[in-house]
């Protein structure tokens, strides 16, 4: 199965912007989706974003939908989620995740359920 890293975090001010990156190797992302999602201190982990590897369907949650973009690049391997206007509560560790066999109706949230591999996190400070 693929293996994946994630990097790009850092600390960066209010309305900020960074991008994360989550490399794949092993395998390519071929069949995958890949996730991001984060987990903040005492909380629960938190869907982010999804995206399919083959044809490159897209699924937002509510909270970062017009605030952060995932894409990959085929040539790299690679899934990015580019995240813009950044605020304190985005403060948290983020990872990403792969999962084979997704149907449409199941990219978003219910990937988190059974991901077959996810990375160590990168973590996000957004200081105010």
């Known amino acids: 199965q693929v293996q994946v890293a994630e990097s790009g975090g850092g600390m960066v001010q209010t309305g900020g912007s960074l991008r994360l990156s989550c490399a794949a190797s092993g395998r390519t992302f071929r069949n995958y989706a890949v996730t991001w999602f984060r987990q903040a201190s005492g909380q629960e982990r938190e869907f982010l974003a999804a995206i399919r590897w083959n044809g490159g369907a897209t699924s937002y949650a509510d909270s970062v939908k017009g605030r952060f973009t995932i894409s990959r690049d085929s040539a790299k391997n690679t899934v990015y989620l580019q995240m813009n206007n950044l605020k304190p509560s985005d403060t948290a560790v983020y990872y990403c995740?792969?999962?084979?066999?997704?149907?449409?109706?199941?990219?978003?949230?219910?990937?988190?359920?059974?991901?077959?591999?996810w990375g160590q996190g990168t973590l996000v400070t957004v200081s105010s």
């Open positions: 995740g792969a999962k084979t066999g997704v149907i449409l109706s199941e990219l978003g949230p219910r990937m988190l359920e059974r991901l077959e591999s």
